[in-house]
């Protein structure tokens, strides 16, 4: 009898142990799931990121250029640039455009921003590795690196609401406003953006605006052109007397966590200028 007794705690405290370790057997395979594919909320939002892209974007593939050039080298560069991307652009094989090439005059200075079109990351792919076999870019190359202090490209795609003018002879000046968003916040933008840019081309029509995908991420890029400074100063101020204008400013300028703004000109064998 005491022996039973005392054998009684021993297997209600197995039973109970072994209870406890059945109900957890459950939780090991979605913690080893969890650490090999990660959790579900975050399998939502990369989901979610990737669905951005494809609702706001159009199809083709913008590179936006950046060089910044010693001060010395300024009139050398635009030769050498000059020379080169109009052979490029009129090799119609490689099918890529170049909708834009630009001196910043105002901003940072002794840099030049150029903007070339793709039909999507496969024609991305196929005009930069012809380019890279090409004899003529690799004497560019040797031209061009003594001449810059650094150069950056970013990959982006244009806003399917906002897509990037033609070929066209504007004159004036052209305004390239760049906002580093917080990261998640891409949607919410274009939505706000869309709505405003209704008010805001009563005034002034936009000449492109970009969402970067490689590069630089969380970032856009508007562009504007104006006939002069003046002229910007005024469209400004008729835009922010419309209630549609003023929202959409106070809604994303929360939604970013810098920006720049840099005044353009555009150079002399740009298509859009």
Same mark, same amino acid.
């Given at each position: ?9 021993? #297997? ?13 057997? *459950? ?29 706001? =974007? ?12 010693? *001060? ?9 640039? =000059? ?19 630009? %001196?910043?005059?105002? !901003? ?11 039909? !999507? ?36 795609? %244009?806003?399917?609401?906002?897509? #990037?003018?033609? *070929? ?15 990261? =998640? ?12 840019? %209704? ?5 002034? %029509? *936009?000449? !492109? ?5 490689? !590069? ?58």
């Amino acid at each position: 009898m005491a022996s039973s007794i005392l054998r009684r705690p021993a #297997c209600r405290a197995l039973f109970s142990t072994s209870a406890t370790i059945n109900a957890e057997k *459950p939780i090991v395979p979605k913690l080893i799931n969890s650490f090999l594919h990660g959790s579900e909320q975050a399998r939502q939002e990369n989901e979610a990121l990737q669905s951005h892209s494809t609702t706001v =974007g159009s199809k083709s593939i913008s590179e936006i250029q950046k060089h910044h050039i010693h *001060p010395q080298n300024v009139d050398q560069y635009k030769q050498v640039i =000059g020379s080169y991307f109009d052979k490029l652009n009129t090799q119609k094989d490689l099918k890529m455009n170049l909708k834009g090439s630009f %001196e910043v005059v105002v !901003g940072e200075l002794d840099s030049f921003v150029h903007i070339w079109e793709f039909e !999507g990351y496969e024609g991305y792919d196929y005009a930069t590795s012809k380019i890279r076999e090409s004899p003529e870019h690799a004497q560019f190359l040797k031209d061009l690196r003594p001449l810059i202090q650094s150069r950056t490209s970013q990959l982006c795609r %244009e806003f399917a609401f906002w897509p #990037c003018s033609g *070929p066209k002879v504007n004159g004036g000046i052209y305004e390239m406003r760049s906002y580093q968003l917080k990261p =998640g916040t891409l949607l919410e933008w274009e939505t706000e953006w869309r709505r405003g840019l %209704e008010a805001r081309r009563k005034f002034v %029509e *936009p000449i !492109g605006a970009w969402f970067a995908q490689v !590069g630089r991420l969380h970032q856009v890029h508007h562009m504007w052109q104006y006939p002069s400074l003046q002229a910007r100063l005024k469209k400004r101020e008729q835009a922010w007397q419309v209630d549609t204008w003023s929202k959409t400013v106070s809604n994303t300028v929360k939604l970013c966590d810098s920006m720049d703004a840099n005044v353009l000109l555009p150079n002399s064998f740009s298509p859009l200028r």
